[in-house]
C-alpha cells in the first residue's frame, strides 16, 4: 500500500464514519437503535441526548452507530478488506468518498475562520 493510498482510505473511512454516526441524510438507519431526546436549557438553548434501544444485538449496533471511535474501526476495516479484495471495484467509491471527507475538512475549517 503506498502513502496515497493510506491517505485516501483514511479519508473515505472519515467521511462514511460520518456520514453513519452524524448526518441526517443516514438518521432511518440509526432509528430503530436510538430514541433522541431533546431539552431546553434554562438560556433557551437545545440539546440532544441519545438514548441507545433495546438489548444484545440491537443494543451493540445502537452503540456502535453512536460511537464515532468504534464505528471508524469498522468503516476503516470495512475500506481496506475491499481494497484488498476488489481494488478496482472499490477505488470509485473510495475516490468519491475521500474528495467529500477533504471537502468537509475544509469546509470546518473554513467555517471555524469565519467564526472567529
Known amino acids: ?13 472519515f467521511r462514511l464514519t460520518h456520514l453513519l ?15 433522541e431526546i431533546k431539552e431546553t436549557e434554562e438560556d433557551g438553548s437545545t440539546s440532544t441526548y441519545i438514548v441507545v434501544k ?3 444485538l440491537r443494543r ?18 470495512f475500506f481496506y478488506i475491499a481494497w484488498w479484495i476488489w481494488p478496482v471495484g472499490t477505488e470509485p467509491l473510495v ?15 473554513v467555517l471555524k475562520i469565519t467564526d472567529d
Open 1 to 13: 500500500m503506498t502513502w496515497l493510498h493510506f491517505i485516501l482510505l483514511s479519508l473515505a473511512s
Open 21 to 35: 454516526v452524524f448526518d441526517n441524510i443516514t438518521s432511518f438507519l440509526r432509528r430503530p437503535f436510538h430514541e
Open 54 to 56: 433495546g438489548k444484545g
Open 60 to 77: 451493540w449496533i445502537g452503540e456502535l452507530l453512536s460511537c464515532y471511535w468504534c464505528t471508524g474501526i469498522w468503516c476503516a476495516a
Open 95 to 109: 475516490m468519491i468518498m475521500a474528495i467529500a471527507g477533504l471537502a468537509a475538512i475544509v469546509e470546518s475549517i
